[in-house]
């Protein structure tokens, strides 16, 4: 490969909240016993270095000492629509559609805002990002989950009759969508958003679709954009994107929206500026600018190939080695979202207490309950294959099958 995805990165005290916090108590995993290194597989970012030409392009923009007041350039609304056309096949992306936000969930709470009044009901799938809970919940909305479920394979699925029957009893007129899923790692396919969005039409749902895993499938799967399988779709969908994820840049801030439906975009424009603190950084503007380049584009499809062998060897592991362990195997994201219920019923365990015996071995790893897994550990993968292997032996020798 041209890229190093193999050296094992040193991110103690470079404000990292996945490697600093550990320890430190709250949501953050135990600090692990005497003996063990922690391996951070908990906080959604990645233990991979960024493509060389965002560290080059922010240190190029950094050597003029003047970091005031701008605007946008041309080149980042045009890289935004080059990168959607070349990896979601877009097609009639302008400037005019895109706007920033400060982070995705900020981008969603101004689109809920437009869209609801506080204290109505917003449809979610569950398992749900806990990043959902809480921004919603926070700002005075209640969520009704329509739980996915898992077919005869084991993948995860909607329930169309479930999400029809809530909308109706709960009178509900807005979804939180996401695509592809977190936890649950499904990269949803073209019949199912279709049949999706014809259920929201029907029902007058306006949807906010979070969008930002879009670049991480794995291979042999790619993302169908929400707005793109109809035109009602297209005028109905609030979409919110960022490089953050696919390139590890979530500290410096650059979400953004695309909304195709004018009153839309006027509205979560107007909504999102209410706070005069909804501005991009001047660096973030250089470093998508240099993310979504041709480099980038070769340097994500090297991580899919990593992130695919990732998942290949851990799901292996899992089947042949942790009885009592059931996962989905994830068709996008880096994550896994692990069944433990078996395994806690036949050795007398409780979820907590199994997470504690990862963590005390230096697995870094997350109580799935806060997503609405209620004997489930969601696991971070993005790191280095060593580093994987080395939790998975741990989890191996000193958990699921010790002694």
Not at 83 to 111: C, D, F, M, P, Q
Not at 299 to 328: H, K, P
Not at 372 to 398: K, T, Y
Request: with cysteine; proline share 4%; aromatic share 10%.
């Amino acid at each position: 490969m041209k890229y190093d995805f193999t050296s094992v990165m040193d991110r103690s005290g470079r404000d990292a909240i996945a490697v600093d916090n550990i320890g430190l108590g709250g949501m953050a995993p135990g600090a692990p016993m005497e003996g063990f290194d922690a391996i951070p597989m908990w906080v959604a970012d990645m233990n991979f270095p960024t493509v060389p030409t965002v560290p080059a392009a922010i240190i190029e923009r950094a050597k003029h000492p003047a970091y005031g007041y701008f605007s946008p350039s041309d080149g980042y609304f045009d890289a935004i629509i080059r990168w959607h056309e070349t990896r979601n096949g877009a097609t009639g992306l302008s400037k005019e559609h895109i706007g920033h936000e400060n982070g995705v969930l900020g981008g969603v709470v101004s689109a809920v805002n437009v869209l609801c009044s506080r204290g109505d009901n917003i449809l979610l799938h569950s398992p749900t990002y806990i990043g959902f809970t809480n921004s919603l919940t926070n700002n005075g909305y209640r969520i009704v989950h329509s739980p996915l479920v898992q077919d005869e394979n084991g993948v995860w699925r909607m329930d169309f009759d479930d999400m029809e029957r809530k909308i109706l009893e709960k009178h509900i007129h807005t979804a939180v969508f996401c695509s592809p899923h977190n936890p649950c790692g499904r990269v949803w396919e073209r019949w199912e958003l279709e049949r999706a969005m014809d259920l929201f039409r029907r029902h007058d749902v306006y949807v906010v679709s979070d969008e930002i895993w879009s670049d991480l499938t794995l291979e042999g799967y790619s993302h169908i954009p929400t707005q793109s399988v109809s035109e009602d779709a297209r005028q109905r969908t609030i979409a919110v994107y960022a490089p953050s994820k696919t390139f590890n840049l979530a500290g410096l801030v650059g979400s953004y929206h695309i909304i195709y439906n004018q009153r839309l975009r006027d509205r979560v424009r107007k909504e999102s500026s209410l706070s005069h603190y909804n501005a991009m950084n001047v660096l973030s503007m250089h470093a998508l600018i240099a993310a979504y380049g041709s480099e980038g584009q070769a340097w994500l499809d090297e991580l899919r190939q990593v992130l695919t062998g990732n998942v290949d060897f851990a799901c292996g592991c899992i089947a042949q080695r942790f009885q009592g362990v059931a996962v989905s195997r994830p068709q996008g994201t880096y994550m896994l979202f692990l069944d433990c219920a078996q395994w806690c019923g036949a050795h007398g365990k409780t979820i907590g207490e199994l997470e504690k015996m990862g963590w005390d071995v230096g697995v870094a790893w997350q109580d799935g309950r806060m997503f609405h897994g209620p004997c489930h550990i969601r696991m971070n993968l993005a790191l280095p294959r060593s580093r994987v292997e080395e939790a998975f032996r741990r989890l191996d020798q000193h958990v699921f099958n010790a002694e």
